[in-house]
């Protein structure tokens, strides 16, 4: 699961609060000159209301300065309800929309608004962020091919595509561009896609006439929530602030009210319940906003690193940065829950003692050791975070039969059999073709008296298309797999499947 969710309260505004206060005049304002040499704002929304929580006081001041808007929303947030009943993610999507037009218009009526309709949370696949690239750069070259779904913020969502205009002389830049998008190191998948895709435009646009007018700004969303004023994943050198004043956060508030989809509850089931609490919101009514000024050569919130060589290197990035910015992200080692499920992981196993044992998502090695030594030959424990996996084999370089490999699965898989394979807290970070592919790979590998170990998070996961439930659905409807114990409650579902027939582990035993 991920270190945090739109359930948990998350850090108090009150310590941000003190904290900034703390700093008074440190950060850096962007005063009314620079905002005078603005001549094109782009504001770039992985989801639907990102581009209102971060950036609508900034969006407000622009147009009230008369500077040119575009607001490209990349994903139609479809996937932020996974569990409602009177919901479908087409249904969703058009709401989230219409949200975002009406907000937008709120606070900028003259903003062209486009919706680029990737897939909710896939948008790091190359295909999806490449598109985003290039609608960035329409967007300042004033390409004659817009995007869908472009429509001017008083007009709504969903008119037909029209050119976003020309900026300047032989298509080149303004004289003043900004990009301001989600942070990459907000630990979200799709921020840090959305964050690539401005990187890679930038970088595209430097070397053309005008490029080095373009400036790049980044809009933290999450790290309000999950993150603390004291920790160290927090960009205070870089960061800069937009004051708001009261007609200006009044606007701001109105157009979060309108993204009543994410501020309000769907209906009373469950599956429905709100997003947005007025805990989380609170970060957002600040009479300022806060940016982290994005170095040209460098990715929104990420170091500067070779580019890994792998199938899904924005995962690989995802979760490299979530590693580095803690020892434990998932309080394997601290938090209670997590030291429970896994003694019931390891109760639940059919057998005492295998040979062969792979554990897909691995992470820090917690649970690695335990199974690790339940194997007489081999242990492999893959990751898609290198990170994490340096920390897995330090923590097990004491045991000869344990190794620990870098893969993307389902797409890479180690070679071998094996009589036990676990996947704990994976599925839902998959698509369903490719968890479907995991299952197959799964069906291909494990040993003919083999056994499979699913365990998941039940909670919702923001901007997860899957959840726990729905992995595990998957896995049961499959014919080559039949359950031999499950474990449900609350929290988490853990299910022991074999390949048919399934023989209780007393009958094999002969006590039953």
């Known amino acids: 699961m991920t270190g945090y969710t739109h359930h948990d309260d998350g850090t108090a505004e009150e310590r941000w609060a003190e904290a900034f206060a703390a700093r008074g005049g440190a950060l850096r304002e962007i005063g009314v000159g620079e905002l005078a040499e603005l001549g094109h704002l782009v504001v770039v929304a992985a989801h639907p209301d990102d581009e209102t929580l971060g950036a609508a006081g900034l969006l407000a001041r622009a147009y009230a300065a008369g500077v040119r808007t575009t607001v490209l929303v990349a994903t139609s947030g479809e996937a932020s309800h996974p569990g409602s009943t009177t919901h479908r993610p087409s249904e969703l999507a058009r709401l989230r929309e ?32 490449e598109a985003l690239t290039e609608a960035l750069l329409a967007a300042v070259r004033g390409s004659g091919a ?14 037909a595509a029209a050119p976003l205009e020309g900026s300047g002389p032989g298509g080149a830049p303004v004289a003043s561009t900004w990009f301001v998008a989600p942070w990459g190191g907000d630990r979200h998948p799709d921020h840090e896609a959305a964050a690539e895709a401005v990187a890679d435009a930038v970088r595209q646009l430097a070397d053309e006439p005008g490029g080095s007018r373009i400036r790049s700004l980044a809009y933290p969303v999450w790290l309000w929530h999950w993150g603390a004023p004291d920790g160290a994943e927090v960009p205070w050198d870089a960061l800069v602030r937009v004051p708001l004043d009261d007609e200006t956060l009044a606007a701001k508030r109105a157009a979060l009210a309108v993204h009543r989809s994410q501020v309000e509850p769907l209906s009373d089931r469950a599956g429905d319940e709100v997003l947005l609490h007025p805990g989380m919101l609170a970060h957002f009514e600040r009479p300022f906003e806060l940016f982290v000024e994005v170095p040209a050569e460098l990715p929104a919130g990420l170091p500067a690193e070779p580019e890994p060589q792998h199938e899904n290197h924005t995962a690989a990035r995802y979760f490299d940065a979530l590693h580095e910015s803690a020892a434990d992200p998932w309080g394997f080692e601290s938090r209670w829950y997590e030291q429970r499920k896994r003694a019931i992981l390891l109760a639940s196993l059919p057998d005492r003692r295998y040979r062969e044992v792979l554990e897909v998502g691995t992470s820090t090695g917690v649970l690695s050791r335990e199974l690790a030594g339940r194997a007489s030959v081999r242990f492999v424990g893959v990751d898609v975070s290198e990170v994490a996996l340096a920390r897995a084999r330090n923590r097990n370089a004491d045991l000869p039969q344990a190794s620990f490999e870098r893969m993307t699965v389902p797409a890479d898989w180690p070679a071998g059999t094996f009589d036990l394979v676990v996947v704990s807290e994976v599925g839902y970070y998959l698509d369903p073709a490719s968890l479907t592919d995991l299952f197959d790979r799964i069906a291909t590998a494990l040993a003919p008296d083999g056994a499979l170990v699913l365990c998941h998070w039940r909670h919702t996961i923001v901007d997860r298309a899957l959840t726990g439930d729905d992995v595990h659905a998957v896995l049961e409807r499959r014919p080559d797999f039949v359950r031999l114990a499950r474990h449900l409650e609350e929290d988490f579902v853990l299910d022991v499947v074999v390949r048919p027939p399934a023989v209780s582990i007393a009958a094999r035993e002969g006590l039953a």
């Open 146 to 159: 817009g995007p869908a779904g472009v429509a001017s913020a008083a007009d709504g969502a969903g008119s």
């Open 98 to 129: 219409a949200e975002t037009a009406a907000a937008v218009a709120a606070v900028d009526p003259g903003a062209t608004v486009a919706f680029l309709r990737a897939p909710d949370g896939r948008l790091g696949e190359a295909p999806h962020r």
